[in-house]
């Protein structure tokens, strides 16, 4: 049975956990507006140096070849802007997990505890269903740790496709780009 101090104990342990990850959530809220900031200023800059180029130029093939050539930049650009994003959303997501996890382990030790002292206190002849509780406990723990681990295999394999449709999106653009210049 749970004393008043161990459940006093959990309860701040929650709170502290729960503004441990306020914090974090806003430092991630933080560099997503330092982000979309730094990606205003960049497109307003290039845009008005793009606009003047534009405006002086002398003919339409110097319009067109101002155009074909901003777009590659566009393309890296808007990978690198969804680079970002993705490194920050991993980086929030990385967080939550560990605390999610630290959290299920708590919860299965105190699980544990809690059947070893019933175990102890179990009247005699109960050792078939003792045995049975600490069988369902540690087939539960087997079936957690292959969950997480699976979990682990497809955040990485979805972050080397997103890396992979990233640089084939890029790619892409160049052939565009170039392509676009030669028929100026």
């Known amino acids: 049975m749970l004393t008043v101090e161990q459940i006093l104990a959990a309860q701040k342990a929650q709170v502290s956990t729960l503004f441990d990850l306020s914090s ?17 200023r960049a497109s307003l800059s290039e845009t008005a140096s793009h606009a003047q180029a534009v405006l002086g130029a002398k ?3 110097d319009v067109v070849a101002l155009q074909s050539a901003a777009l590659q930049p566009m393309a ?7 680079r970002h994003l993705y490194d920050i959303a991993t980086g929030m997501g990385a967080e939550l997990s560990k605390v999610a996890e630290a959290q299920a382990s ?7 505890a809690a059947v070893d002292s ?20 540690s087939t539960a723990s087997a079936a957690m ?5 699976a979990v682990k295999q497809a955040s990485e394999l979805a ?3 997103f890396n992979a449709v990233t640089s084939t999106a890029v790619s892409s653009a160049k052939p565009a780009a170039r392509s676009s210049k030669s028929a100026a």
């Open 24 to 40: 974090k959530a806003l430092a991630s809220v933080e560099r997503l507006n330092e982000l979309n900031l730094q990606a205003a």
């Open 59 to 61: 003919d339409l093939q």
């Open 76 to 82: 890296e650009k808007a990978a690198s802007y969804s």
């Open 106 to 112: 708590d919860a299965q030790k105190q699980f544990v």
């Open 118 to 137: 019933a175990v102890k206190n179990a009247p005699q002849g109960s050792e078939s269903a003792v045995a049975a509780v600490k069988s369902a406990v």
């Open 145 to 149: 740790e292959s969950v997480q681990k």
């Open 159 to 161: 972050e080397a496709n």
